[in-house]
Nanobody
């Protein structure tokens, strides 16, 4: 079974930056789409960003466009989320997940049954 481990979260002041990482074990990232999601306290999980298998296509929620950047390094089996200009509303547990294609990721992520531990991001003001 593929294991995805998120890391890089922490406490940061509004306007600051964090870089999240999601490392996979058990299978390479080759030919799979990857995405970042988040869940704030008392809220439902929401989509944040996705990237195609090659890294050639990226997608972002409107709330993070221009501030967050998703990237991947298939050689390292890792996907990243660079978060700049952080806002208190970005406070959440951040999760990564995978799908066969970016289309599947965007259309079906809410039905995914398997999620990791996530990494906590707290933005203070």
């Amino acid at each position: 079974q593929v294991q995805l481990v998120e890391s890089g979260g922490g406490l940061v002041q509004a306007g600051g930056s964090l870089r999240l990482s999601c490392a996979a074990s058990g299978r390479t990232f080759s030919s799979v789409a990857l995405g970042w999601f988040r869940q704030a306290p008392g809220k439902e999980r929401e989509f944040v960003a996705a990237i195609s298998w090659s890294g050639g296509s990226t997608y972002y929620a409107d709330s993070v466009k221009g501030r967050f950047t998703i990237s991947r390094d298939n050689a390292k089996n890792t996907v990243y989320l660079q978060m700049n200009s952080l806002k208190p509303d970005d406070t959440a547990v951040y999760y990564c997940n995978r799908a066969a294609t970016v289309q599947t990721m965007l259309e079906r992520w809410a039905g995914f049954g398997s999620w990791g531990q996530g990494t906590q991001v707290t933005v203070s003001s």
